[in-house]
């Protein structure tokens, strides 16, 4: 009996660790710069495991040519358009954090008073079929929530 429960504590541990495949984007408007800050968490395996190498613990200031992989990966994966212009996002680095990585992204001169935005955001639905991936775009004191499953590319989202 006590090996069971000992067997069964191990499973549930490592379900606990990482059960659901879930990424969440926070796009939000500096004004000051007049931009849009990207920032996408992921799980560290999981990114590793799509851009077929591993991940370096490293602070946003290293090598950009480190992250290449990472780099073509985010370009097929998640793109903006505002208004029908699609926006060109910059790289600007990675955090690892434990089992977590931080990308993080803009887009200078963001259209901030647009009022139809397009948002693409497919990471890691060619990895795993449960996936889904969480964006939130907020703009000034508006804020605007997306929720994107497997089969789901541009979403659309309107501001007043």
């Not at 606990?16 to 990207?38: D, K, M, R, V």
């Not at 600007?92 to 954090?97: A, I, P, V």
């Not at 497919?122 to 775009?137: A, G, K, R």
Request: some cysteine.
């Amino acid at each position: 009996m006590p090996q069971t429960l000992f067997a069964s504590f191990i499973g549930l541990s490592l379900w606990l660790l990482h059960p659901f495949h879930t990424s969440i984007t926070n796009c939000e408007y500096n004004a000051q710069s007049q931009g849009l800050e990207i920032s996408i968490r992921v799980f560290t395996e999981d990114l590793e495991l799509a851009i077929g190498e591993p991940i370096q613990n490293i602070k946003p200031t290293a090598s950009i040519e480190q992250d290449s992989a990472i780099i073509a990966y985010l370009k097929n994966h998640m793109a903006l358009k505002a208004d029908k212009l699609e926006l060109k996002t910059i790289y600007l680095g990675r955090e690892t954090e434990y089992d977590i990585t931080y990308l993080y992204m803009e887009i200078p001169a963001f259209p901030h008073t647009a009022k139809k935005f397009e948002i693409r955001q497919t990471i890691l639905f060619d990895q795993f079929e449960d996936q889904s991936n969480i964006l939130h775009l907020q703009l000034g004191e508006e804020s605007k929530s997306l929720f994107y499953v497997a089969g789901e590319t541009f979403k659309t989202v309107l501001f007043p």
